[in-house]
C-alpha cells in the first residue's frame, strides 16, 4: 500500500500539536519534516512529551525551508500565521508540493475583504481563486483534484455544518442570520497573551470582537454561496473556561410555510449522508464532551411558530474538526485515500 510523505509548518502551535497527535498513527502518512523555528534541532518527543513511544517521537524539528520541504514531501500542512502561510503556499506550489493551508490566508475569494479584516496585503491573490475550501461534506470532489485546499476556520465550520441542510434545500429566506458561539481557550492559540492566562480564563465567561471577527466574512461568504441568496451575519464569539470545543447557537430566518417537521425531515434526510453530521433526537442537545477530539458535529434544531426563526444548536471540537483534523480530512482527498483514515475516534469521555 503506498506511503505518503508530508510536511508541517508550525510544530508547536495547539493545531501543529493536534496534527501530529492524528498523523502519529495514520497508517499511510510518513511525517519526513517539521518544523518549529525556535526549537530546531529537538527531537517531537523533546518538544511535545505526549509523543514519546510513537513512529514521530525521533523525528527532529528543523526550519520552515520550502525547497527542502518541496524536495521532502508529497503534501505539506501549513499551521502558521494569517500573512506568512500565503508566501509559503506559493513556493510550494511553485515547487510542485500540495498544500493544505490551516490559516485564513486563502480562505476568502475577494482580495479586498481579506485585506480589509485582516489589515494586511495579500501578494499571493492569483492563487483565491484556485484554493478550494475544505469541507469535505460539501467540496470533496473538488479537494481531490486540489493542489491546495483552505482549511476553514473553526467558527465558521460549525455554522456552516450546522445550516448545510437549511441551505441545501432552501428553507432560508433573505435577511439576517445570528450567531451566537462559544469557543474554549485553546482557540486563541498558544501565545502567551494576559487575557488568555489561567486566572483571567477560569470560573469566568465573556464575549469578545462583537461586530468584528475575522471569521464573519467567511461565515458568510459561505453561507450565501450555498444558500443562493443575500444573506447577513451578525456573530459574537464568547471564550468559555475549558480547553476545546466550540459550541454555536444559530438564529435564522425561515421561508414562509417551513414547519419544524419539515426541518426536521430534511436534517434527518441530509445528515443521513455524512458519517461525521450527527442530528440529534428531538429534545436532546449537543454537549462537546461528546464531540470532543473527534470530527463529529452534533446539531439539533427547534422552530419558534411566532417569529418564524429557525434555531440551530451546533457542537464540534475546534481543534479536531475546526482545524487539524478537518486538515487532515482534506489530506487524505488530495492524496487519493479516503476522507475517514486516522479520523475514526469516539469522543474522550469524560
Known amino acids: 500500500m503506498k506511503r505518503f510523505r508530508v510536511g508541517l509548518v ?12 492524528l498523523i502519529a498513527y495514520h497508517p499511510r502518512l510518513t511525517l519526513t519534516r517539521a518544523t518549529a523555528r525556535a526549537d530546531a534541532g529537538k527531537t517531537l518527543a523533546e518538544l511535545h512529551p505526549f509523543l514519546q513511544r510513537t513512529s514521530l517521537a525521533d523525528v527532529v524539528a528543523c526550519e520552515p525551508e520550502m525547497t527542502d520541504l518541496a524536495k521532502a514531501c508529497d503534501l505539506v500542512f ?30 476568502l475569494k475577494d482580495k479586498a475583504v481579506y485585506e480589509e479584516w485582516y489589515k494586511v496585503p495579500h501578494t499571493q491573490s492569483q492563487y483565491l481563486k484556485e484554493a478550494v475550501y475544505g469541507i469535505p461534506e460539501i467540496n470533496a470532489s473538488s479537494i481531490r483534484r486540489a493542489r491546495l485546499v483552505a482549511n476553514p476556520g473553526c467558527y465558521p465550520s ?64 459561505e453561507i450565501v454561496e450555498l444558500g443562493k441568496k443575500s444573506m447577513n451575519v451578525i456573530f459574537t464569539p464568547h471564550l468559555l473556561p475549558i480547553n476545546r470545543g466550540i459550541l454555536s447557537t444559530i438564529y435564522a430566518p425561515l421561508r414562509k410555510g417551513v414547519d419544524e417537521a419539515r426541518v426536521r425531515s430534511a436534517y434527518e434526510a441530509g445528515f443521513r449522508r455524512h458519517k461525521w453530521l450527527r442530528f440529534l433526537p428531538e429534545g436532546a442537545y449537543p454537549e462537546l464532551r461528546n464531540v470532543r477530539g473527534t470530527m463529529y458535529c452534533d446539531v439539533s434544531v427547534h422552530v419558534d411558530k411566532k417569529t418564524g426563526m429557525l434555531t440551530v444548536m451546533s457542537a464540534i471540537d475546534n481543534l479536531c474538526r475546526g482545524a487539524s483534523g478537518q486538515a487532515l480530512a482534506n489530506a487524505n482527498l488530495m492524496l487519493g485515500m479516503p476522507v475517514d483514515i486516522a479520523l475514526r475516534d469516539t469522543a474522550l469521555i469524560p
Open 10 to 21: 508550525g510544530a508547536n502551535g495547539y493545531t501543529g500539536m493536534e496534527m501530529l497527535r
Open 158 to 221: 460549525s455554522v456552516i455544518l450546522g445550516l448545510l441542510p437549511a441551505l441545501r434545500l432552501n428553507l432560508l429566506k433573505s435577511g439576517t442570520i445570528i450567531v451566537d458561539s462559544k469557543s474554549g481557550a485553546t482557540g486563541a492559540g498558544r501565545g502567551a497573551n494576559v487575557p488568555n492566562l489561567f486566572c483571567e480564563v477560569y470560573d469566568s465567561f465573556r464575549p469578545y470582537n462583537a461586530g468584528k471577527h475575522r471569521h464573519t466574512p467567511e461565515i458568510t461568504q
Open 78 to 107: 501549513l499551521a502558521v500565521p494569517h500573512g506568512t502561510a500565503m508566501t509559503m503556499a506559493a513556493e510550494l506550489l511553485t515547487l510542485k508540493t500540495k498544500v493544505v493551508d490551516l490559516s485564513a490566508d486563502f480562505r
